[in-house]
C-alpha cells in the first residue's frame, strides 16, 4: 500500500530527446489513475522511470514517503504488468507465476500459497498445469497480471495490458482489472491511448501529451470542462467540433456564429468554439438554425453518426433520429449554446464565459 509523488520529473534521454517535462503528480494509497494519452507522449517512459528501468534526469519519485530515485528496481516494492506478456513459452502456468518467487528465494510453502491465491483471484486454476500456448489472450495476460500479484507490490503499473486482445475480450478484462484494484486494494497506475479505457476505468485520470500533463481530472470533468483544446478534441467519439471565431467588442464573429458573450480575459483576439456531436441538432423545430448538407451517415444501430456540410466546414453531429439519411439532403441545423466550449485561440486553454 503506498502513495506516489512525482515532483518536477523530467526525462531527458541520451539522444537529448526531451521524454517528460516537469510531470507533478500526487497519487494516493489504493487510488487507480490511468494515464492516456497518444502514442509517444511518455506514457511508458514515465512507468519505467517510477519502476525504476529509466533514470529520471530532475525531479523526484516519491513512493511511501520514500525518494526512490536512487533505489533499485527490485528494491522499490513495485511491480509492471507489460502490454506482450511476455510468459516464458517452456513453463507451465504455476511456474511462470512463481517464477519471481522463486528468484527471490521464497520458501517454497510460501511460494505455494502465493501462487494458489492469484491463480485463484484471476480465475485461471485449472490452467495451472496448462502452457501459455494452450491458453487464450485473456488467459495469457491474467498469468502475466498473477506473475506481479504473488509479489505483493505497493504500486502495480499496468502498461497498455489490453492492447493485444481483441475487442470483446478488451471489454471482460477491463471490467476484470477494475474489480481485481477492489479485491488487492493497493494503489494501480494503469497506462493506456484508449480513451474508453480511461473514460471506464480510472477514478483519477491524467491527459498527457508531448510529455507533459494536459489536464488531471476524474472522467466527468474531463469530459464536461476540458481544460484545454488538447484534451477537448482528444475525450469523445467522434471528436468536438471545433471552430475558429474573431473576438471582437465582446462579440464572436464567424461563419457560423454571431452573437454577445463576455470572458474575463482582456485582450481576447480569438476564439475556438468547442461543440460535440450530441450538442448539434436536426430534430428541433427552432428559429436559429444554419442549413447544411448531409455528407455521410454512419449508422451504429441505436444511434447515427451525421456529417454534415456547413459553409464548407465539416460538423459532425449525433443524432437518436431513426430514419435512412439521404447524402446530399439538407436540414436546419441547431446549436446548442448552453453546451458550447470555450478556449483562447493564442494558448488554446478554456476560458469560461461571464454569465
Ligand atoms: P508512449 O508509451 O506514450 O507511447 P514512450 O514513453 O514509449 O511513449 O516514448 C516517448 C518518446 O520517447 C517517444 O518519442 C520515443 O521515441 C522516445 N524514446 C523512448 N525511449 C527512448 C530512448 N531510449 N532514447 C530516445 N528516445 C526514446
Ligand atoms: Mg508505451
Do not use: W
Not at 516519491?62 to 511476455?86: C, E, G, L, S, W
Not at 513453463?91 to 491463480?119: C, H, P, Q, W
Not at 503499473?157 to 475487442?167: I, K, Q, V, Y
Amino acid at each position: 500500500m503506498a502513495d506516489v509523488i512525482l515532483k518536477n520529473v523530467t526525462k531527458v534521454f541520451a539522444n537529448g530527446f526531451v521524454a517528460l517535462k516537469n510531470i507533478n503528480l500526487e497519487i494516493e494509497d489504493k487510488e487507480f489513475v490511468v494515464f492516456v494519452g497518444p502514442s509517444g507522449c511518455g506514457k511508458t517512459t514515465l512507468l519505467r522511470c517510477i519502476a525504476g528501468l529509466e533514470q529520471v534526469t530532475e525531479g523526484e519519485i516519491i513512493i511511501d514517503r520514500q525518494v526512490v530515485n536512487f533505489t533499485h528496481p527490485k528494491d522499490r516494492d513495485v511491480a509492471m504488468v507489460f502490454q506482450n506478456y511476455a510468459l516464458y513459452p517452456h513453463m507451465s502456468v504455476y511456474d511462470n507465476v512463481a517464477f519471481g518467487l522463486r528468484t527471490r528465494g521464497f520458501l517454497k510453502e510460501e511460494i505455494d500459497r502465493r501462487v494458489k491465491d492469484a491463480l485463484e483471484i484471476l480465475g485461471i486454476e485449472k490452467y495451472a498445469k496448462s502452457k501459455p500456448r494452450e491458453l487464450s489472450g485473456g488467459q495469457r495476460q491474467r498469468v502475466a497480471i498473477g506473475r506481479a500479484i504473488v509479489r505483493e507490490p505497493k504500486v502495480f503499473l499496468f502498461d497498455e495490458p489490453l492492447s493485444n486482445l481483441d475487442a470483446k475480450m478488451r471489454v471482460s478484462m477491463r471490467a476484470e482489472i477494475s474489480k481485481l484494484h477492489k479485491k488487492l486494494n493497493t494503489t494501480i497506475i494503469y497506462v493506456t491511448h484508449d480513451q474508453t479505457e480511461a473514460m471506464t476505468m480510472g477514478s483519477k485520470i491524467v491527459v498527457m501529451n508531448n510529455g507533459q500533463i494536459m489536464q488531471i481530472a476524474d472522467p466527468d470533468t474531463l469530459y464536461n470542462k476540458p481544460e484545454n483544446l488538447f484534451c477537448a478534441t482528444f475525450i469523445g467519439s467522434p471528436q468536438m467540433n471545433i471552430f475558429e471565431n474573431v473576438y471582437e467588442n465582446g462579440k464572436i464573429k464567424s461563419d457560423f456564429f454571431n452573437f454577445q458573450v463576455n470572458f474575463n480575459e482582456k485582450e481576447l483576439k480569438g476564439v475556438y468554439i468547442g461543440v460535440r456531436p450530441e450538442d448539434i441538432y436536426i430534430d428541433r423545430e427552432t428559429d436559429t438554425y444554419i442549413d447544411g448538407v448531409v455528407e455521410l451517415a454512419e449508422s451504429l444501430g441505436d444511434v447515427t453518426f451525421l456529417y454534415i456540410n456547413i459553409f464548407g466546414k465539416n460538423v459532425v453531429l449525433k443524432t437518436t433520429l431513426h430514419k435512412r439519411f439521404q447524402i446530399g439532403e439538407t436540414y436546419k441545423v441547431f446549436f446548442n449554446r448552453n453546451k458550447f466550449h470555450y478556449f483562447n485561440m493564442e494558448d488554446s486553454k478554456r476560458i469560461e464565459p461571464i454569465i
